[in-house]
């Protein structure tokens, strides 16, 4: 009997992942987060902000996608009003682990990452850039964004990543 009851202690210690003191803590999940105008959502860095948008583009029928879509947001002051310049954030899609998506009619999914390293506080959208993937055949100049997410007072609320605490066991 007792060799059974240490053989099963043996098998649940086997089954039972084992962490080293000297392992990383897991990481925690990034989440997608949608831009909401007037409201500033939490989000932390690491994560993504989504966006259904139409940029608006001069002959939208010459556009196939997007090649880059930024986002710049702004450190608001503690008085709440004002927006200062630097420091501030800027959130790319080409290149950073965004995302773009045709929707239809002009519109795209577009999902940013918020930068590993961004200091936590309240931002404000205070410009964006987006740049259209023509089709071939189009020659002509390139074509601007005429609608701006600027316009649509979207901001951020950003906090610190929550860092693992180590088991007391």
């Given at each position: 009997m007792g060799s059974l009851t240490l053989l099963s202690v043996v098998c649940a210690f086997a089954q039972t992942p084992q962490t080293s003191a000297l392992q990383a803590p897991p990481a925690v999940p990034?989440?997608?987060v949608p831009l909401v105008s007037d409201a500033c959502p939490v989000v932390r860095p690491g994560d993504k902000l989504a966006l259904d948008w139409n940029p608006g583009f001069e002959h939208p029928g010459m556009v196939d996608s997007?090649?880059?879509f930024s986002?710049?947001?702004?450190?608001v002051s503690e008085n709440g009003v004002t927006v200062q310049r630097f420091p501030g954030i800027v959130v790319e899609g080409h290149g950073s682990g965004g995302f773009v998506s045709p929707l239809g009619n002009g519109y795209f999914h577009i999902e940013l990452r918020v930068p590993p390293g961004s200091p936590p506080g309240q931002y404000k959208l205070i410009d964006a850039v987006s740049n259209a993937k023509t089709f071939p055949d189009y020659q002509g100049p390139g074509l601007p964004m005429n609608n701006s997410p600027v316009r649509e007072r979207y901001c951020i609320t950003i906090v610190a990543a929550p860092t693992a605490q180590p088991s007391g066991d």
């Amino acid at each position: 009997m007792g060799s059974l009851t240490l053989l099963s202690v043996v098998c649940a210690f086997a089954q039972t992942p084992q962490t080293s003191a000297l392992q990383a803590p897991p990481a925690v999940p990034s989440r997608t987060v949608p831009l909401v105008s007037d409201a500033c959502p939490v989000v932390r860095p690491g994560d993504k902000l989504a966006l259904d948008w139409n940029p608006g583009f001069e002959h939208p029928g010459m556009v196939d996608s997007l090649l880059a879509f930024s986002l710049r947001f702004g450190l608001v002051s503690e008085n709440g009003v004002t927006v200062q310049r630097f420091p501030g954030i800027v959130v790319e899609g080409h290149g950073s682990g965004g995302f773009v998506s045709p929707l239809g009619n002009g519109y795209f999914h577009i999902e940013l990452r918020v930068p590993p390293g961004s200091p936590p506080g309240q931002y404000k959208l205070i410009d964006a850039v987006s740049n259209a993937k023509t089709f071939p055949d189009y020659q002509g100049p390139g074509l601007p964004m005429n609608n701006s997410p600027v316009r649509e007072r979207y901001c951020i609320t950003i906090v610190a990543a929550p860092t693992a605490q180590p088991s007391g066991d």
